[in-house]
């Protein structure tokens, strides 16, 4: 239960952030820029609140989280000059594409060790879509990942073995995958998803 509360804080969070842009510039804008700091954030509080034992599937969420949160632009603009930035552009892009590509793999790694961990029918379901959501990433194929993203999380949130702490981040990243999801069919895929380079 208590995963759920901080999920659901995420969540209101971000709605509210979109509310004050509504309300300040008539656009209703979610947080798109802290979302990757923001899972990597979360998953560290619900481990915490949950006093779970870090096992091999916490680890990998750790690590997919952690990979995700270190390819964002807004990090290397807390952390770094913006001389430091502008100096360093190419080698930045490298490395934030190293670890998008770390965040693919591990992420499709957590979601198999879950999967496992399921006993139910659920299991294959899950790790079929995992691995068609890794071949969207790699083949860049966003506009159709929606699909086995969504039979991905239907098929955790119908099976009753799933860890809470596990099935409460998948919904927080289905809420974050999706808004960006409809966002970029506004936006244009560039302007909200920026998977595949920083933006200098």
Known sequence: MISERIV???VLTAGMYGLSTLMRDGVFLLPFVLYKLG???VAVILLIANKTKIRWQEGVLLLWTGFLALSSKFIYEIVC???YLSEHRGELQAFSTWCLLGFVVFFFIW???IALL?????????????SLIMICFFMNMFEWMIVPFWMWILSIFLSRNENSLH???AGLYGFVFLSSWISALYFGKEAV???TLIEF
């Open 118 to 130: 399921d006993k139910t029918i659920f299991r294959w379901l899950q790790i079929i879509n995992a």
């Open 111 to 113: 979601q198999v060790l």
């Open 39 to 41: 899972m990597f954030l």
């Open 167 to 169: 099935k409460s981040l």
């Open 8 to 10: 659901l804080l995420a």
């Open 81 to 83: 000059s913006h001389r």
């Open 193 to 195: 998803l920026a998977v």
